[in-house]
């Protein structure tokens, strides 16, 4: 096994990207899921945290309305946050336990080492990780009255794609832990 690090990574990198090519069914799928649910989400927390001038609530109903409105907010953030870590975990426990006695037997043939081999997965498939839940992001924010600030938009579509991307690699983990589907 005397091939370097980096040449390993570049090989396994583009077997991944190849293999994720040559299954578009597999990317459909995710995009028309995470859509689905995306709309989904859209028009069971619409507008859920719309801002309604205070002049126009009366003053006996403020504090219930605020209320009212914080624990629609609560909702329709843990329902975004739990679709994204599900749809990660989803996309990686269905597909690594296929590949897994590959890749013991590659890993035990010495053909390349651990660690190229799983950043190559991180990387090949970065693309999907950041295009899944900014879609989901794009179609949410503005829907559920979230606030509109491009700054504050960036910075959901951001914390999305970190949770994405933990629960992927935390999917990743949990999955190579177990040596039977």
């Known amino acids: 096994m005397g091939a370097p690090w980096g040449y390993q990574f570049n090989l396994l990198a583009k077997r ?4 994720l090519v040559r299954l578009p069914q597999t990317s459909y799928v995710k995009l028309i899921t995470t859509i689905v649910t995306a709309i989904f989400a859209a028009l069971l927390f ?3 945290g ?5 002049d126009s609530i009366p003053v ?14 609560q909702g329709a953030l843990f329902f975004m946050t739990m679709n994204i870590a599900f749809n990660a975990i989803q996309n990686v426990i269905l597909i ?7 890749f013991l037997r590659e ?5 390349y080492w651990v660690g190229p081999y799983f950043w190559a997965k991180i990387v090949s498939e970065l ?20 606030n509109p600030t491009f700054g504050d938009f960036v910075l959901f579509l951001l914390t999305l794609v970190l949770i994405y991307n933990s629960s992927s690699g ?9 040596s039977d589907k």
């Open 60 to 73: 006996v109903k403020r504090k219930t309305y605020y209320f009212q409105t914080w624990q629609n907010l």
């Open 107 to 111: 890993v035990n043939n010495n053909m």
């Open 170 to 178: 935390y999917s990743l983990i949990i999955s190579a832990s177990f």
């Open 50 to 54: 719309a801002y309604i001038p205070e």
């Open 46 to 48: 619409w507008q859920a």
């Open 127 to 146: 693309p999907f990780a950041i295009l899944t839940p900014c879609l989901f992001g794009v179609i949410v924010y503005f829907t559920v009255g979230l």
């Open 16 to 19: 991944n990207f190849l293999n």
């Open 96 to 102: 690594f336990p296929d590949e897994r006695p590959v």
